[in-house]
């Protein structure tokens, strides 16, 4: 079968290399490329295990509310934090 494919520079750069250095024909290479690009794609994997982030107690809050940004800040750098 006859087709017209558009190669990224990078791509064609790298089959070019690759023709260059075994002396394959282009037609060849990527005719294989494509064939174990494929083989992949169709192959089932398992699933990487799920990572679980372990639970640490980080004890006790030690500002009251922490939904007071100001007040947060004025108790752990000081009143002067406003200048």
């Known amino acids: 079968m006859r087709t017209t494919l558009t190669l990224d520079k ?3 750069a790298a089959l070019e290399r690759l023709r260059k250095r075994t002396d394959i024909p ?3 290479i990527v005719n294989d490329a ?3 690009g494929l083989q992949q794609t169709q192959t089932v994997r398992d ?3 799920r990572y679980q982030t372990p639970v640490t107690d980080a ?4 500002v009251g509310n922490l939904d007071d940004i100001a007040e947060v800040l004025a ?3 000081g ?4 200048q």
């Open 26 to 28: 282009y037609r060849t």
């Open 10 to 12: 990078d791509v064609a």
């Open 47 to 49: 699933p990487p295990a």
């Open 79 to 82: 009143e002067d934090y406003r």
């Open 34 to 36: 494509l064939r174990r």
């Open 75 to 77: 108790q752990a750098e």
């Open 59 to 62: 004890g006790a809050c030690l």
